[in-house]
């Protein structure tokens, strides 16, 4: 499977796990909307501040 897990990214670099098993981020006007493969959606004001492609990782700046 090649679904990745989104973590919330702090000020002083601290990862917390936001959501697992993403399959859709999607941008929106106000910030970012996660959908995972069981249909559980999220939505975060933030914004992207990396991708790991290999370790299948999403890391969101919260506003």
Not at 41 to 51: A, E, H, M, R
């Amino acid at each position: 499977m090649c679904e990745a897990n989104a973590y919330l990214v702090d000020k002083s670099g601290h990862e917390s796990l936001f959501l697992e098993a993403v399959d859709k981020v999607e941008p929106e006007e106000e910030g970012i909307r996660l959908v995972s493969i069981f249909g559980e959606q999220k939505f975060i004001k933030g914004t992207i501040d990396s991708l790991s492609l290999v370790d299948h990782k999403v890391f969101i700046k919260p506003e």
